[in-house]
């Protein structure tokens, strides 16, 4: 198994990669490095593979990657060797992965398990992989770094595990809007995920398709002139939900416009 986790890293990392540029959002974070706090700006990387992460930005970068028919994520060192590979894999797979190195993994709780299967040093080197399960799915995490890195890269690595967050699509079905006449309605028919937005005085947008990355749902819809275009909607506070367009080429509705201040509206109530 080594060999093939050796393999898929050594190869995303030979890619054409191309930095994560949505847009993305930032905030404040501490990090304890040799014994001292430092504060660091982290992004927030919400990849459509249905989880999501933060990275200190000054010391890593992030790139979405296929190969051998596997999606991931790498995050690395720009100045160094060090990276690791993020991919997300089935509850059977990751029984197996955790098997071949005598572990189980721990019944699936309401926070992510992170279960290290192994951090071992040669020739300088540290490898590593860790399993993080939740939500019915896995995160695969394989990577390494120098020794000399094991107070820095390294603690940058596990921050970024101890945040991934991943994707609960059951979290979202209902009614939301908020005082200005503006709603969206999230179901499910059949195994098929729906999304309908009514924007006042601007558009009703019903026709799409819904996928999740680690925090939001996304809808790739057409606006009111057919062309495409792309909504997220997450939760941004305590019980309060954004509709962001991301994505837009219509005049009234340009990519970075935000929706704020949407609640959750009880069945048979009235927003």
């Known amino acids: 198994m080594k060999k093939i986790i050796s393999v898929l890293m050594i190869s995303l990392l030979f890619l054409a990669l191309i930095p994560f540029s949505a847009m993305a959002e930032t905030r404040e974070g501490v990090i304890a490095l040799e014994g001292m706090e430092e504060t660091i700006e982290e992004t927030l990387f919400d990849s459509p593979l249905g ?10 970068e992030a790139y979405p990657g296929e190969t051998e028919g596997i999606e991931g994520v790498t995050v690395a060192n720009p100045d160094s060797d060090d ?16 098997a071949d190195y005598g572990k189980n993994l721990p019944e699936e709780s309401a926070a992510p398990a992170q279960t290290d299967l192994y951090l071992e040093l040669e020739d300088g080197q540290y490898s590593f992989c860790t399993l993080i399960g939740g939500n019915g799915k896995y995160l695969r995490a394989v990577g390494w770094y120098s020794q000399e890195a094991a107070e820095g890269t390294a603690k940058f690595f ?26 969206v309605v999230i179901g499910k028919q ?10 006042y005085r601007l558009a009703s947008l019903d026709e799409g398709t819904v996928s999740f990355t680690g925090r939001s749902a996304v809808f790739q819809t057409e606006d009111p002139a057919e062309n495409p275009m792309t909504l997220s909607f997450f939760p941004n506070g305590e019980g309060r939900f954004t509709l ?27 927003p």
């Open 51 to 60: 989880f999501s992460f933060w990275y200190a930005n000054d010391r890593l």
């Open 83 to 98: 990276c690791m590979v993020l991919s997300v894999i089935t509850p059977e797979e990751a029984a197996e992965y955790a």
């Open 158 to 183: 596990r921050r970024v595990l101890d945040n991934v967050m991943l994707a609960d699509p059951g979290s979202f079905p209902g009614r939301y809007a908020n005082g200005s006449y503006d709603e």
């Open 190 to 199: 059949e195994d098929t995920w729906t999304m309908a937005v009514s924007l």
């Open 244 to 270: 962001r367009v991301d994505e837009s080429t219509w005049e009234y509705l340009t990519p970075g416009t935000v929706f704020e201040d949407l609640v959750r509206v009880p069945a048979g109530e009235e």
